[in-house]
């Protein structure tokens, strides 16, 4: 997993949530990382050109609210490798859990309640990075992933 060094949170409770309201979360201490992923899939989930993720250990999460879960498999139909979990009423995607990751989830950095504090720069699965897009202060691009 990469760590992103520009990821500066002060150490402070960030919180979130869903467009309706219906599930809200809190994250403690410091992310991993701020990440863009351009994946297809994630282009695909958000009805959007990318998805900007805070990276963290689920332990940091504290969850309220009903989740839907969409379990995604490989290419070859094999393990579920990601968990897309997203509120069952507004459809809004709240965290994806990577399941070969030992416990680390991305956390949808558009519900967040302070936004400003959302600076990525790391970007992945730039092979899927829709032609016009073109993101400033990124430290790491990645064809795939970190
Ligand atoms: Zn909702
Ligand atoms: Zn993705």
Redesign the pocket.
């Known amino acids: 997993m990469i760590y992103d060094p520009h990821c500066d949170y002060s150490r402070r409770m960030t919180s979130g949530h869903c467009l309706c309201g219906s599930v809200t979360f809190e994250l403690a201490g410091d992310p991993l990382a701020t990440a863009v992923?351009?994946?297809e899939?994630?282009q695909r989930q958000s009805g959007s050109a990318f998805?900007v993720n805070i990276i963290a250990h689920k332990s940091q999460l504290t969850l309220n609210g009903e989740l839907r879960t969409y379990q995604e498999r490989g290419e070859n139909n094999d393990d579920v490798y990601v968990e897309r979990r997203f509120c069952p009423t507004c459809g809004s995607s709240v965290i994806s859990e990577l399941m070969k990751r030992d416990g680390v989830i991305a956390i949808k950095a558009g519900l967040l309640d302070d936004k400003s504090i959302v600076k990525p720069g790391v970007e992945?699965?730039c092979v899927d990075r829709q032609p016009w897009v073109s993101l400033p202060g990124m430290a790491v691009s990645l064809d795939r992933e970190g």
Request: proline letters at 0%.
């Open positions: 992923c351009h994946c899939h994630c998805s992945v699965w």
